[in-house]
């Protein structure tokens, strides 16, 4: 398995955006098949889920961010 970080970014009014070596699999341990980079339907309107198909777009509103921590030094 490789030690790079996968990402996933939360985008607004939309998808989660995932970014890196992943495997996305089914609740029975099917294995879909991904890119390198996909993005999952965050809104629950996409008829391809667990993809986003962009159906979002006008009909979807979350912004969220991830609090600041300040580490010490
Ligand atoms: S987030 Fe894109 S269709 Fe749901």
Do not use: W
Request: with cysteine.
């Amino acid at each position: 398995m490789s030690n790079e970080k996968v990402q996933i970014k939360v985008n607004d009014n939309g998808s989660y955006r995932v970014m890196g070596d992943v495997e996305l699999i089914d609740a029975d341990g099917n294995v879909f098949e991904t890119k390198k980079v996909f993005s999952l339907c965050r809104c629950g309107l996409s008829s391809r889920k667990p993809f986003c198909d962009g159906t979002h777009k006008g009909q979807f509103d979350s912004c969220v961010r991830a609090e600041k921590v300040l580490k010490d030094e």
